[in-house]
C-alpha cells in the first residue's frame, strides 16, 4: 500500500465513520425501536400504526397535499423554465437570482412572510390561517425556484440548435415547442417534480407555522407531535419509518432520472434569442406573475416587520420587543438566539467541510466509489427523522450542546459533497503523480497542490452549510436546549406566546433572519456556483 | 432556375461576416463554398436556410424572393455539423420529423423512412436509440432526416468534419453519391478542399466574407483566382515579392506590381541530369517519403536559387531519391502562370 492510499483510506474512514455514527446509527435506532418496541411482538408497532386510522389519514394527507403542491408548481414553474431557456433579455441573471431567493430562504422566514402577508394581522386583511390555499401557496412559493432552475438550466444546456433543425423540417415556433422542447424537458422536469414531491411531503416549518391544526399536520408534523408533545417515541418510530420509505423511494426514482439526464444531449453553446411579439407579451405577462407570488410574501415581511401593533408605520416597536419581553425560562431574546445561531453554524460548517472533504477525497482517489450512494441518504432523511433518531440513540447527547452541530452538519454535507465532489474529479490525473515525483507526500499533495485549485468550490460548500445551519428547524426543535434556542426555534418560540409584542418579535427575528441568510447567499453568488 | 444570392451581407458587430456576396445554384448542381475557418461560410449556409437574417441582399428560389420567409417554409433539408439529432426521438422518429410536420399519412410515412434508411445504408435500425450509435451512423441519420421530406434545396454544413479520417473518406463518396442522384440543389459547405472537389459541380472559394472564385473543380484548381487561392488550394509553388520577380526573370516572364508566380507542379516532369536538353537542373534538398509517394524539395540554380516541391512516384525518378542527387526539371511554359497577390 503506498502512502497515498494509506492517506486516502483515512480519509475514507473519518467520512464512514461520521456517517455511521451522524447518521445510520440513529437510522438504526428508529428502524430497531419501530420494528422490535420494548415489550412488544417483532413489528408490532409498525403494524399497529399502520393499522390506525388516524394514522392512514395523516399519509394520506401529507400525500396528496404534496401532490397537490407538486402539481401547482410544475404548471407555474414550467412555463417560466421554457421562456427563460429560450429567451435573452437584460435583468435575465437577477430575476433568475431573484428566483432562487425563496429556496435559500429558511422555511420559518417563508412562513412568517405568509403569515405577514395573509395571517391574522396580515398586510391583505384576509386571515388564511389553516387553510389549505395558503400551505399551498407557501409550497408553491418554496419550490418553483426548484422547477424552473432545473428545467430550464437542462434546456439552455441543450441550445437552440435542435429547434433550428426542427425549424429546417418545416417545423414553426409553436410545432417545435410540442415536439422538441416539451419532450426534451420531460425527463428533468419529472426530476424536478419528484424532488417537490418530497420537499412537500416533508413539509414541517411552513405548517406549524401556518396552519397548526391538526387537520393539516403532515407525518413530519405529526413525528414531532409524538416526541416531544406526547413523547410516545414507539409510534413516532414506526411512522418515521414509513415516511423513510416513501422518501427513500422517491430519492432513487430521482437520482436514477438525474442519473438519465447526464447522458449528453447533443451539445449546442446556450445563446437565446430576444423575445418579439407574442413571445415578449408572455415572458413580461409570466414574470410579472412570478414576481409578485415570489416577492410578496418577502416585501410583507419587510413592511410588517416595521408596522407597529397599533398600526404605525414605520416604527422599530417590533424590533425593540425582539431585545426585550419576560425573562422566563428558555425566552430568547435576539442577542442570545444570533450568537446560538452564528457558533452552531460555524461549527457545523466546519465538521461539514472536514468530513465532506475527506469523504470527497476517498470518492475520487481513494477505492470508496460505493461510499459515494451513502451522501444522498441524508437528503432522505427529514430533520425531525433524524432529531428523533438522536433522541432514540444517543440521549445523553441531547442533554449537552453538541447534538444540534452534528445534525446540522449532517443535513449539510450531502450539499457540501455535491459541491466538492465534481471539482475534485475536475482535476488532472496526472497532477498528483507530478507532485509525488518532485517529492510531495499525499499531505503535502492535497495543501499545495489539490486545495488551492479547488478554494472557490469549497467557499460555496461553506456558504451553503452556513445558510443550511442558519435556516435548520425540525432538528433544532427536538434537539436544542432552551437556553441555545437559535433563530428559527426563537422565532417559533416567540409565536407560540400570546400578544402582539411577541408577535411583532416573531417578526423582527425573522427579518433579522432574512438578512443574514441573504448576506450569506450574496457571499456564495460571488464566489461561484455550486452543482444544483 | 435553383437558388440565386445576391449582395447578400451579414455583420457581427464590426466583424463582416458575410460581405456582399453573389452566387448561383443552378438547378440540380451540387456547389460547395470552401473557405477556411472563419471564412463566413457556414454563416451564408445559415443566412440561405434563413436561420439568421441578412443585413442586406436577397435569397431567390426558384424566381421567387425567400429573403423573408421563415426557415420552415423554405422547403430545404440540412445537415448541421454536429448531427443535432432529437435525443428523444429513436432513429425512424428522427428521420420522419419533417415528414409528420407536413403531414404525410402515417403508412406513407413508414414506406419514405424505410426507403431513406436504405438509401443511407441502415435499413432495420429504425428503432435505435440515437445515443447507442456511433458517429457515422449518426450522420447517416442526420442525412436521411434532412432528405426525407424530399426537400428542393439541401443543405450541407460540415458534415464530415467530426468524424475520423477513414469514416470520412467512405461518407464523402457516399454523399457524393446520394446528391448525385437526386438531382436537387445543394450547397455544401466544408473547409476540406478534398471533400470540396470530390462532391461538387462548382466550388466557391471564400476568404473573409467574400467569394474570390467560383468554378468547376478543375478549372478553379488549374488557375487559381489569386496567389492566396493557390496556396489555399493546396498549390506550393508560389512565388511572391521579390522572390517572384527574381524567379520570373530567370524564366523570362514579366511580372507586374501585385502578381505573384505560380509553378503548376503536375505539370512538371523530372528527368536524369543531362537527359532534359535545356531544362535546369534540379539539386534534390530533401526527400519525404509520404506513403508510396516522394515528396522532393528541389533548388534549382538557374532559377535564382528557388526552392521547388515536386511530388510524384519512384518509377519517374530511377532509384530511391537522396539529397545530393540532380535532376533535369521540364517545366513547359504552360506550367507557369501569372497570378494576381492581393493584399490580405
Redesign the interface.
Known amino acids: 500500500m503506498t502512502s497515498r492510499n494509506a492517506f486516502a483510506w483515512g480519509a475514507g474512514a473519518l467520512a464512514s465513520l461520521f456517517l455511521l455514527a451522524a447518521l445510520l446509527v440513529p437510522l438504526g435506532a428508529i428502524l430497531w425501536r419501530g420494528v422490535a418496541p420494548e415489550g412488544g411482538r417483532l413489528g408490532a408497532g409498525l403494524l399497529a400504526a399502520l393499522g390506525d386510522p388516524y394514522y392512514l389519514g395523516r399519509l394520506w394527507f401529507t400525500t396528496w397535499q404534496a401532490l397537490l403542491s407538486t402539481v401547482l408548481t410544475v404548471v407555474l414553474g414550467l412555463p417560466s423554465a421554457l421562456l427563460l431557456a429560450r429567451y435573452r433579455f437584460a435583468g435575465r441573471r437577477l430575476l433568475t437570482a431573484t428566483f432562487t431567493v425563496p429556496f435559500v430562504m429558511p422555511t420559518v422566514v417563508a412562513g412568517m412572510g405568509f403569515l405577514a402577508l395573509a395571517g391574522p394581522r396580515g398586510v391583505l386583511g384576509v386571515d388564511l390561517r389553516n387553510t389549505l390555499a395558503v400551505v399551498l401557496a407557501a409550497h408553491v412559493f418554496y419550490n418553483f425556484a426548484v422547477v424552473a432552475r432545473l428545467v430550464s438550466g437542462f434546456l439552455a444546456g441543450v441550445g437552440p440548435r435542435l429547434e433550428q433543425a426542427a425549424a429546417t423540417l418545416g417545423a414553426g415556433p409553436w410545432r417545435s415547442a410540442w415536439r422538441v422542447t416539451l419532450p426534451l424537458a420531460l425527463p428533468a422536469t419529472i426530476a424536478a417534480a419528484t424532488l417537490v414531491f418530497i420537499f412537500c411531503f416533508t413539509s414541517f416549518g411552513v405548517i406549524v407555522i401556518l396552519a397548526p391544526d391538526a387537520r393539516f399536520a403532515t407525518l413530519e408534523v405529526e413525528l414531532y407531535r409524538l416526541t416531544l408533545r406526547l413523547l410516545r417515541l414507539d409510534s413516532a418510530a414506526a411512522l418515521a419509518l414509513v415516511q423513510l420509505a416513501v422518501v427513500g423511494g422517491l430519492g432513487l426514482v430521482y437520482s436514477r432520472l438525474q442519473a438519465r439526464l447526464a447522458v449528453p444531449v447533443a451539445v449546442g453553446h446556450a445563446s437565446g434569442r430576444r423575445p418579439r411579439g407574442l413571445g415578449s407579451v408572455l415572458l413580461a405577462g409570466d414574470l410579472a406573475l412570478i414576481g409578485a407570488v415570489v416577492l410578496a410574501p418577502l416585501v410583507a415581511l419587510g413592511v410588517q416587520g416595521f408596522t407597529a401593533p397599533d398600526g404605525s408605520f414605520p416604527s422599530l416597536v417590533n424590533l425593540q420587543a425582539m431585545f426585550g419581553g419576560t425573562r422566563s425560562v428558555g425566552f430568547a431574546t435576539l442577542g442570545s438566539a444570533l450568537r446560538n445561531s452564528l457558533t452552531f453554524a460555524t461549527l457545523s460548517t466546519t465538521m461539514a467541510l472536514l468530513v465532506g472533504l475527506a469523504f470527497a477525497y476517498a470518492v475520487v482517489r481513494g477505492h470508496f466509489a460505493w461510499l459515494d450512494g451513502l451522501s444522498l441518504l441524508p437528503l432522505a432523511t427529514s430533520p425531525v427523522t433524524l432529531g428523533l433518531g438522536y433522541l432514540i440513540a444517543y440521549p445523553w447527547l441531547v442533554a449537552t450542546f453538541w447534538g444540534v452541530p452534528l445534525a446540522h452538519a449532517l443535513i449539510a454535507f450531502p450539499f457540501v459533497t455535491r459541491t466538492l465532489l465534481p471539482a475534485l474529479r475536475a482535476l488532472p490525473r496526472g497532477q498528483a503523480g507530478a507532485a509525488a515525483t518532485l517529492g510531495a507526500g499525499p499531505l503535502r499533495t492535497l495543501t499545495r497542490v489539490e486545495l488551492p485549485q479547488i478554494v472557490p468550490s469549497v467557499a460555496v460548500a461553506a456558504a451553503f452549510a452556513f445558510a443550511v445551519s442558519l435556516g435548520e428547524f425540525g432538528a433544532s426543535l427536538l434537539l436544542v436546549r432552551p437556553e441555545y434556542a437559535t433563530l428559527p426555534v426563537a422565532i417559533f418560540d416567540r409565536l407560540g406566546r400570546p400578544g402582539a409584542l411577541n408577535y411583532g418579535a416573531a417578526l423582527g427575528l425573522s427579518l433579522v433572519l432574512m438578512v443574514v441568510t441573504a448576506l450569506v447567499m450574496v457571499l456564495l453568488q460571488r464566489r461561484g456556483r455550486g452543482e444544483f | 432556375m435553383g437558388l440565386e444570392v445576391e449582395r447578400l451581407a451579414k455583420s457581427y458587430g464590426p466583424v463582416k461576416a458575410v460581405d456582399g456576396v453573389t452566387l448561383a445554384v443552378p438547378s440540380g448542381t451540387t456547389l460547395a463554398l470552401l473557405g477556411p475557418s472563419g471564412c463566413g461560410k457556414s454563416t451564408l449556409l445559415r443566412l440561405v ?3 439568421e437574417r441578412p443585413d442586406a441582399g436577397r435569397v431567390v428560389f426558384d424566381g421567387a424572393d425567400v429573403t423573408n420567409v ?4 423554405r422547403d ?3 445537415v ?1 455539423q ?8 429513436d432513429v425512424a422518429g428522427n428521420v420522419a ?2 415528414l ?3 403531414r404525410v399519412p402515417v403508412a406513407a410515412r413508414r414506406a419514405r423512412v424505410e426507403e431513406l434508411l436504405g438509401l443511407v445504408g441502415l435499413a432495420g435500425l429504425g428503432r435505435r436509440r440515437v ?1 447507442d450509435l456511433s458517429g457515422g451512423q449518426q450522420q447517416r441519420v442526420a442525412l436521411a ?2 432528405l426525407a ?1 424530399g426537400p428542393a434545396l439541401v ?1 450541407l454544413d460540415e458534415p464530415l468534419s467530426n468524424l475520423d479520417e477513414a469514416l470520412r473518406a467512405e461518407l464523402r463518396d457516399e454523399i457524393a453519391f446520394i446528391l448525385r442522384q437526386l438531382e436537387t440543389e445543394a450547397i455544401y459547405v466544408t473547409h476540406d478542399q478534398v471533400e470540396a472537389f470530390a462532391i461538387a459541380d462548382a466550388v466557391a472559394v471564400m476568404r473573409e466574407g467574400s467569394v474570390v472564385q467560383v468554378g468547376p473543380p478543375g478549372a478553379v484548381l488549374a488557375s487559381p483566382a489569386d496567389a492566396w487561392t493557390a496556396r489555399f488550394l493546396g498549390h506550393e509553388n508560389v512565388w511572391r515579392g521579390e522572390a517572384a520577380v527574381k524567379v520570373a526573370k530567370a524564366v523570362q516572364t514579366t511580372l507586374g506590381r501585385d502578381e505573384a508566380l505560380l509553378l503548376r507542379v503536375d505539370e512538371v516532369r523530372l528527368l536524369p541530369a543531362g537527359a532534359g536538353g535545356t531544362a535546369p537542373e534540379a539539386v534534390v534538398r530533401a526527400a519525404v517519403r509520404e506513403g508510396l509517394a516522394w515528396r522532393l524539395e528541389l533548388a534549382v540554380e538557374r532559377w535564382a536559387q528557388a526552392t521547388v516541391v515536386w511530388r510524384g512516384y519512384g518509377r519517374e525518378l530511377a532509384g530511391e531519391p537522396a539529397p545530393g542527387d540532380r535532376y533535369a526539371l521540364v517545366a513547359p511554359p504552360a506550367a507557369w502562370q501569372v497570378v494576381p497577390d492581393r493584399a490580405p
Open positions: 436556410a434563413g436561420l421563415p426557415t420552415r417554409r430545404l433539408g440540412m448541421f454536429d448531427f443535432a439529432l432529437f435525443p428523444h426521438l420529423f419533417g409528420v410536420e407536413r445515443h432526416r434532412a421530406p443543405l
